[in-house]
Nanobody
Framework: QVPVVESGGGLVQPGGSLRLSCAASRSIFSINIMGWYRQAPGKERELVATIGSGGTTHYADSVKGRFIISRDNAENTVLLQMDSLKPEDTAVYYC??????????WGQGTQVTVSS
């Protein structure tokens, strides 16, 4: 069973919206931080947003006011609502989970392309 699975990527025009979803296996317990990272071609992977178990959020400056991260602890899911998308948001988006025991999980990535 794949521990972490992302979905929701695709092609969207500038100014459009997408919602990414990440589902963690029920076998993963005590998830502390859930987050999204992205990697554009030729660039390093960068933080997009994180959310702690208590709901505290953190966003990269480049997405503040446009993206919203949320989580459902009962379902082991984390969402990323992306609005007002820009071409520079084009990247592969990865879900990341940290547990309270220090385990680290990554999804396989989902492509987001913003282009007219």
């Amino acid at each position: 069973q794949v521990p972490v699975v992302e979905s929701g990527g695709g092609l969207v025009q500038p100014g459009g919206s997408l919602r990414l979803s990440c589902a963690a296996s029920r076998s993963i317990f005590s998830i502390n931080i859930m987050g999204w990272y992205r990697q554009a071609p030729g660039k390093e992977r960068e933080l997009v947003a994180t959310i702690g178990s208590g709901g505290t959020t953190h966003y990269a400056d480049s997405v503040k006011g446009r993206f919203i991260i949320s989580r459902d602890n009962a379902e082991n899911t984390v969402l990323l609502q992306m609005d007002s998308l820009k071409p520079e948001d084009t990247a592969v988006y990865y879900c990341n989970l940290w547990t309270f025991t220090g385990d680290d999980y990554w999804g396989q990535g989902t492509q987001v392309t913003v282009s007219s």
